[in-house]
Each structure stands twice: as structure tokens, then as C-alpha cells.
């Protein structure tokens, strides 16, 4: 088996690392996702390679993962949980699917731990229409397999992954500049608010506001913020100062503003992980009220940049400032749907910066070109799942 790691809605963005065989596909999944996945289900979804290459196979539509179902958890919403998990597969244009099983070694003579639920997964695969590659268990060093009982093939204490494959595989990953954090929970904590700044910043708030009322008025200010937010996410280095991250953080809570700022930031050229460095300072600088849009704008450069792992982090916190913002709705449903990264672009391919600054009137976003998938799945119009139904982006 080889493999082509490519940005998912859930895994990250990685240019033609190649990986043969199950042992270099289970040491790759924790770099995929972004951090050490133990206790966990994941779902790898394979598909055509596009480029027709007779030395390469299939390549990765889309990595999911999702919390280990607790054991006394009801059969029902078991297979809920499988069949959930299987639509984004193939709306992704999946044709084949890996079933990976991460956590602790199972005892001597037990089973393989979650076997119930790896059963209804494989059952919701065939019902979609889908292949099924591998299901595999494995505690971070060795292997299992839920379909051979071959002592021969597959030994009961495991087969183990080479040091050799888990170090090359981690170094590959290194190379391009994908780190791997510890946990999701150290994910969380790249954005966890820092109080000090949070506080200070928070007396600033309304006077980065004060502008409105100049000579030029809300139109004036919007032009300035739009500035201000373009130089600043252009620059790297130190933690932004409490001035600027208010103006900042204001600016990003006007929707003429941020729609403005995406649109630009959306067009070629921009040094996406210096973006998103700053996006990420102004998040954990940023008071209630205003964690929700900063968030968001976070997540969608994590998501368009192949990071879907830190993107859902960046939509848990703007969930848990506004439950009812509505961009970080449309963003995290286009990423539990399984929809690519360059479906944002194309979103906003609908779009002119005139109507993101002002509004003036409702795009129809073109649909990207349809991914091939099981006939059995519907795959949502990009308009409906990422485009709100006010003028320019959702408000």
C-alpha cells in the first residue's frame, strides 16, 4: 500500500510524503492530526490519485478522528457514531477507507479492545458504498489486525512498528514543518487565554472604538481596521501590544471588517503560518465578547491551510464565547462534512471585495468541481454549507 498525505477537513496539509505499508500509515496518523492520539478512532479515507502515476497509489482524502466510545456506551449510539463517521469519508471522494484503533496494549488473550464499534464502522463502509483497506489496532509500537487471526501473519502480542519507520516517518513530517503536539489538550492550550493581557486589553476595548466618530465615521474606521489588521498579521515576532490588539479585535467584530480581511487574506501570496501565528496571539489576548470572531478567522486559516485538528480547537473556543456565532457554525459544519480546504476559496470566488466591504448584493458561489464518491451519499451544495444568507459572508 502507498499513500499520498494531502490536506483533509480533519488531517493536515503535507506535499507528497509517500508511505508504504500499514506500520509507515499508523506512525503518520498522529502527525496527520497534529498531536498523539491515544484513546482514539480514526477513520483514513483513500481515493484516485489524481495524477495518475503508476508509481504511487491511492492518495488521502481525508483523516477523521473521533473520542473512544466509552465501553458501557448504548449500542445505539454506537452505531450512530459509525455511521456518522462514514458520510464525510465520502463526500471527501474516499473510495477506501482505513479503520485505525489507538490506545493502551490489550491483555494476554483478550479481544481487541472497541472490536463492536470497528464492526458497525465496517458495516457503515459497505453500506456507503465504500472499500475497506485495513482495520488495524495498534498502543503506538505495535500492531493488530481486527481481521486476521493468523498467529503467523499477525502474532497475539502484536506485530511491532519498526523504531526505524516511526523516526523516519517523524523526521519526514519534521522536514515540512509539521509539529506534533503531545495531546489535543496541548492544542487547546496554544489558544487558552493569557489573563494579564485578556484584562489589560479589556480597558482598551471602547476607545479602540473611538474612531467611528471621526471625520470620516464608520466607513472611515472600517478602512483603518482593515489596515491595521493586514500590517499586523504581516508581521512576526513579539506578542502583539494592548493598542494594537484592540483595534484588532474590534475590527474583527465588525462583519464588513473581517469579510474584508478574509477576502484579502485569501489571495495569493499570504504567509499563512506568520498569519496564523498572529491570529492565534490576538485569540488569547482577546476578551469575552470578542473571542468568537478572532476564533473563527483563526480556524479558517488553520482549516485552508490543511490543519483541521487546531481549526475545530479554534471553533471550540469561539463556540464557548457566542454558541450562536454564525460563521464558526458554517465553518465547523463544512469541516464535519469532510468539504477540502479549497472549498473556502472557492467560496469566496463568488465574491468581489466590494461586496465584502460593503455588502452590496448576494454572490452565487460556484461549486468546486465534484469529487468522486458513493452514489448513496448526498454532497451538500459549498453554498448552503459555507455562505450564509445575508450579503457577502455569514454575519
Do not use: K
Not at 26 to 52: E, K, T
Not at 182 to 201: K, Y
Not at 239 to 246: H, N, Q, V
Amino acid at each position: 500500500m502507498t499513500v499520498i498525505p494531502q490536506a483533509g477537513a480533519v488531517g493536515r496539509t503535507v506535499d507528497r510524503l509517500v508511505l508504504s505499508g500499514p506500520d509507515a500509515l499508523l506512525a503518520s496518523v498522529p502527525h496527520l492530526l497534529g498531536f498523539d492520539c491515544q484513546d482514539s478512532v480514526v477513520l483514513v479515507g483513500l481515493g484516485p490519485n489524481p495524477d495518475d502515476r503508476r508509481d504511487v497509489g491511492a492518495m488521502v482524502r481525508l483523516v477523521q478522528r473521533f473520542d473512544t466510545p466509552r465501553p458501557d456506551a448504548p449500542a445505539r449510539e454506537v452505531v450512530s457514531i459509525a455511521r456518522s463517521a462514514v458520510v464525510p469519508m465520502a463526500r471527501s471522494g474516499s473510495t477506501e477507507v482505513i479503520v485505525a484503533v489507538f490506545g493502551a496494549a490489550p491483555s494476554p488473550g483478550a479481544g481487541l479492545p472497541s472490536a463492536a464499534l470497528v464492526d458497525d464502522l465496517l458495516a457503515a463502509v459497505d453500506d456507503a458504498g465504500l472499500g475497506v483497506r485495513d482495520a488495524l489496532f495498534t498502543d503506538g509500537t505495535s500492531r493488530w489486525s481486527y481481521g486476521c487471526d493468523d498467529p503467523g501473519c499477525c502474532p497475539p502480542q502484536g506485530r511491532l512498528i519498526p523504531e526505524a519507520t516511526r523516526t523516519l516517518v517523524a523526521a519526514e513530517f519534521a522536514g515540512v514543518g509539521a509539529a506534533m503536539a503531545p495531546s489535543r489538550a496541548a492544542l487547546t492550550e496554544e489558544i487558552a487565554p493569557d489573563p494579564a493581557r485578556v484584562n489589560s486589553i479589556a480597558t482598551l476595548v471602547a476607545d479602540a472604538a473611538a474612531p467611528r466618530r471621526g471625520t470620516r465615521g464608520l466607513e472611515g474606521w472600517r478602512d483603518r481596521a482593515v489596515e491595521h489588521l493586514a500590517a499586523l498579521t504581516r508581521t512576526s515576532g513579539a506578542p502583539i501590544g494592548p493598542e494594537d490588539a484592540a483595534l484588532a479585535l474590534q475590527g474583527l467584530a465588525d462583519v464588513r471588517v473581517r469579510d474584508t480581511f478574509l477576502w484579502d487574506a485569501a489571495q495569493p501570496g499570504t504567509d499563512t503560518r506568520a498569519f496564523a501565528s498572529r491570529l492565534a496571539d490576538l485569540v488569547r489576548c482577546a476578551p469575552p465578547g470578542l473571542v468568537a470572531p478572532a476564533a473563527t478567522v483563526l480556524a479558517i486559516t488553520q482549516w485552508t491551510s490543511g490543519d483541521g485538528a487546531r481549526a475545530n480547537v479554534a471553533l471550540d473556543r469561539a463556540a464557548a464565547d457566542d454558541p450562536d456565532y454564525s460563521l464558526a457554525h458554517l465553518v465547523g459544519a463544512a469541516l464535519r462534512s469532510g468539504l477540502p480546504p479549497s472549498t473556502w476559496a472557492a467560496s469566496l470566488g463568488g465574491l468581489d471585495r466590494d461586496t465584502c466591504r460593503h455588502g452590496t448584493h448576494q454572490p452565487t458561489a460556484p461549486s468546486p468541481a465534484p469529487a468522486r464518491q458513493a452514489p448513496a451519499v448526498a454532497h451538500p451544495p459549498v453554498a448552503s454549507a459555507v455562505l450564509g444568507p445575508s450579503p457577502g459572508l455569514a454575519s
